[in-house]
Structures are given as structure tokens and as C-alpha cells.
């Protein structure tokens, strides 16, 4: 038995400290199979769907004031207490973990990664079989011309091709516009998940198991 966990121990320590493949993945969140956690493996974080935080689903005559009800949540106690406002920074570092080139809108290149956090984050508007998109408000605003200050919206839409048009798949920034409402539109969250490393945790099993094999 000590040799066979000895082996183990060994095989373990070699393959471990290969680097682990980058992903997104889904996560549950209140409940087991909920699945409204995407969790970025590389930075460590966990973002919460869309879909829970539709800014139709708050109290307010106007997207600001739906904005400003669904993030008084954030506070202790609150819903979404533990999460952050991301910003545009963050989720750039989110598209990049799943494989999503940030500086290309093209089709081809970025349509299965795109397609993968639309499915993660939840679509929040979707245009029969022509366009998906997932759309979020972040903590952060843009001058839209003459001094005027609008909150940024992260953007991951994928649009199919059509005769004359190569489609679109692609993260992109923006504010208010005429596909953005109450019901398309939710507040982009995340909260920081730090793990423990993948070679850390197969070592502590591997320890465990070598300590039970000495018992016996």
C-alpha cells in the first residue's frame, strides 16, 4: 500500500505542476444546479448572471435611478452583498480567460467564445435566430460629447452573417441606446474567489491518503 501511494505521490507532484488550462465555467449560487456563477479560473473571480440583475427587476422611473436601487443592494445584508460594480477593465480580463480576442469583432475568430459567456452570463436580449446579446452596466462613465457623462455598458453580442454582411461576434463598450432598456440591460457583478492552487490541493489529498496508508 505505501508503495502504491508513494507512486501516486510522485505521478501527482509531475503532473501537477503543469499549468492548468485556462476556462470559464459555470457555478451554482443559492442553490445547488442554479448555475448563475460564471467563474474565471484565471483571475479568480466569480460573475454573477444577468439575469439576476435586470434593471427592470428594481424600483425606478429611469435606468440611473434602477441602477442606483439594484447596487444599494452591494451593502451588508443586501442581496448582492460580497459582489462589485466591474469595470471596463474587468471585464476585459474576463473575455481574455475565455479565449475572446478583445481587439476583433470578427465572426469567425471569436463567435464560439463569445457565444460561451452569453450562455454563462445569460443572454439579456436575444433577436430570433439573428442576434444574442449580454449586456451590463459597470461602475464607470464616458464623456458622450459636450461635457455629458454616460454610464458605460459592457456589450457581448454575437450577430449572424447574412448575404452582404460577415456578422459580428465581439465584446464591445457602450451607453443608453435604442437596444438598451429596463429589460436588456443588468448590472455587471463579480465578487474575487481566491483558490487554492491545483497542485496544492492534489498534494493535500495525496498526504492524507499516504498518513492513512502508515496507520494501517
Do not use: C
Amino acid at each position: 500500500m505505501k508503495g502504491v501511494v508513494l507512486g501516486i505521490l510522485i505521478l501527482t507532484l509531475s503532473t501537477s505542476t503543469s499549468p492548468a488550462l485556462a476556462a470559464v465555467f459555470e457555478r451554482d449560487w443559492k442553490t445547488p444546479g442554479d448555475g448563475l456563477l460564471t467563474y474565471d479560473d484565471v483571475n479568480q473571480r466569480e460573475w454573477l448572471d444577468l439575469s439576476q440583475t435586470l434593471l427592470e427587476q428594481f424600483p425606478g422611473s429611469d435606468l440611473e435611478s434602477q441602477f442606483q436601487a439594484a447596487t444599494a443592494e452591494l451593502g451588508q445584508g443586501g442581496r448582492f452583498e460580497g459582489f462589485a460594480v466591474a469595470l471596463r477593465s474587468d471585464v476585459m480580463t474576463l473575455a481574455q480567460s475565455a479565449g475572446v480576442d478583445i481587439s476583433s469583432d470578427d465572426f469567425t475568430t471569436n463567435h464560439e467564445a463569445v457565444d460561451q459567456l452569453i450562455d454563462l452570463m445569460a443572454p439579456t436580449l436575444v433577436i430570433a435566430d439573428r442576434a444574442r446579446f449580454s449586456a451590463g452596466f459597470l461602475d464607470e462613465f464616458v464623456n458622450v460629447g459636450n461635457g455629458i457623462m454616460a454610464r458605460s455598458i459592457s456589450v457581448f453580442s454575437v450577430q449572424q452573417p447574412r448575404p452582404f454582411d460577415n456578422g459580428d461576434a465581439s465584446l464591445k463598450f457602450t451607453t443608453v441606446g435604442d437596444l438598451v432598456g429596463p429589460s436588456t440591460v443588468g448590472v455587471t457583478l463579480y465578487r474575487p474567489i481566491p483558490e487554492p492552487s491545483t497542485a496544492r490541493m492534489y498534494l493535500h489529498f495525496v498526504v492524507i491518503l499516504y498518513a492513512l496508508a502508515i496507520r494501517r
